[in-house]
């Protein structure tokens, strides 16, 4: 009887315990879905102002529950401390994390919370107090980091705290141990950010003397490289050029290198070093070229439609010009293409055009151009002129509308000329030179020239 009763007395609490157990387990599945839809709402721009908080407090609400119930896994306390940190409860998110960890002792996801939410602290601290919370996530992580050795995450998050603590040599360390580990948890996209471009760059290529040459590798040390502009322009040139022989399909390489040898060699034209300035701007234009005329000229047309793009656009149009000026015409005509989408109502995009693609003697399209030319401004009497001209010498073609283009060219220039006041010289002398070219091809035209001067 005696046993009887004692088996009575150690079975109630079993029972309860297993009964509280499976309603943690229920309510743990809810709060984290709670939380997930949350988080996938917020993400989605969703939910809005006090929305926001009242979502996560609800997802907290239910997961306090779990922790309370009894008998709840890691994953309702780590839950727990991430509704409430999103709730903006630093306070209750640490505590919530330590209580988990006094359950579950050494488990990773707590660690890695834990240390999170001291970080969160320290942001709302200053002064010793937030050097002191950040030396509290120190500890969580290397406590993490020792414990489990396989598991790269808190030494990625260990590099991360101790360059806010200014121990930038440790947490290079750190990043080196994460890589040893698992690659795969370090986002090295980030790491010039964290480290800057010339340590993230060593790191990198460390570790790609390790694990071998790799396009995707290569492309983020050239990014390493990128961050640390203008010293290391003749290094990122290189990576670049390289992880596009590795992958031709990376053409993004084309638009970091446009961008850093405009920026080189716009140090060199403060610095007054002209030749390498026209060097660098020259590359810059050819960069841009291929950029353009492969898929990231269409998303670069959107930043061509969005405040600012008339700078890239009057940009474009310079280095254009730079290319042809330095006997790259095919450069040039490749950075008008795109420039005559991106503003396909300019007479003076079409018209450089035209020309460009004029001088590398794809006559039919630069016919084209010039009559969109034209089209936009049809009193011009140069672009009559040089559109009779591509009909003349080059397609040798359609005389009489040839000879029509050349008349109306010098009768209009005439016209002009007869009242300049308040004219630009230098527009002045366009027309003037307008009116004797028309006037000496029409000559030529109906001598049956067929050779340009």
Not at 288 to 313: N, V
Not at 381 to 386: A, E, F, G, R, W
Request: with cysteine; glycine share 6%.
């Amino acid at each position: 009887k005696n046993a009887e009763k004692m088996s009575g007395i150690l079975l109630a609490p079993i029972a309860l315990f297993l009964l509280q157990s499976g309603d943690a387990a229920e309510l743990t599945q809810k709060g984290l879905k709670q939380l997930q839809n949350t988080e996938v709402a917020l993400a989605a721009g969703k939910l809005k102002g006090l929305e926001v908080t009242d979502s996560f407090f609800q997802a907290a609400s239910t997961l306090r529950k779990a922790c309370k119930a009894g008998g709840a896994e890691a994953n309702a306390y780590e839950g727990l401390s991430r509704a409430l940190m999103a709730c903006n409860d630093i306070r209750n998110s640490i505590k919530a994390a330590e209580d988990g960890l006094d359950l579950h002792p050494n488990e990773i996801t707590l660690q890695l919370q834990l240390a999170k939410a001291y970080m969160a602290s320290a942001q709302e601290l200053s002064g010793k107090k937030q050097t002191a919370a950040r030396e509290q996530a120190r500890s969580v992580l290397e406590d993490a980091v020792a414990q489990h050795k396989k598991r790269s995450e808190p030494c990625v998050r260990l590099g991360e705290t101790l360059i806010f603590l200014g121990d930038k040599e440790a947490a290079i360390e750190s990043w080196q141990l994460a890589l040893k580990r698992d690659p795969s948890t370090v986002d090295f996209a980030s790491l010039p950010q964290w480290l800057g471009g010339v340590e993230a760059a060593s790191l990198i290529e460390a570790h790609m003397n390790t694990v071998g040459e790799d396009p995707l590798l290569s492309w983020h040390l050239g990014m390493a490289h990128y961050a640390a502009l203008p010293g290391s322009w003749k290094a990122c040139k290189k990576t670049f050029l390289r992880t596009m022989e590795l992958e031709p399909s990376y053409t993004s390489c084309w638009y970091y290198l446009a961008n850093a040898a405009f920026f080189v060699g716009q140090r060199y034209s403060a610095e007054e070093k002209t030749r390498e300035a026209t060097k660098e701007y020259r590359f810059a234009a050819h960069a841009w070229s291929q950029y353009l005329t492969g898929p990231g000229g269409a998303s670069h047309l959107q930043a061509a439609a969005a405040e600012g793009g008339d700078a890239i656009i009057a940009d474009m149009k310079w280095l254009a010009g730079t290319a042809f000026a330095n006997r790259d015409a095919k450069t040039a005509a490749g950075i008008s293409r795109w420039l005559v989408q991106a503003r396909p109502k300019d007479p003076e995009a079409w018209n450089n055009l035209a020309f460009f693609l004029r001088e590398t003697n794809e006559a039919e399209e630069s016919l084209a151009a010039y009559r969109n030319a034209l089209k936009l401004q049809p009193d011009d009497p140069q672009v009559m002129n040089d559109l009779a001209v591509i009909l003349h010498y080059y397609l040798q073609r359609d005389k009489e509308e040839a000879i029509d283009l050349y008349i109306q060219a010098a009768q209009r220039a005439e016209e002009i000329l007869m009242d300049t006041e308040g004219m630009e010289a230098d527009e002045i002398s366009r027309i003037k030179t307008a009116l004797r070219d028309a006037t000496k091809n029409l000559k030529k035209l109906k001598a049956g020239s067929l050779r340009p001067n």
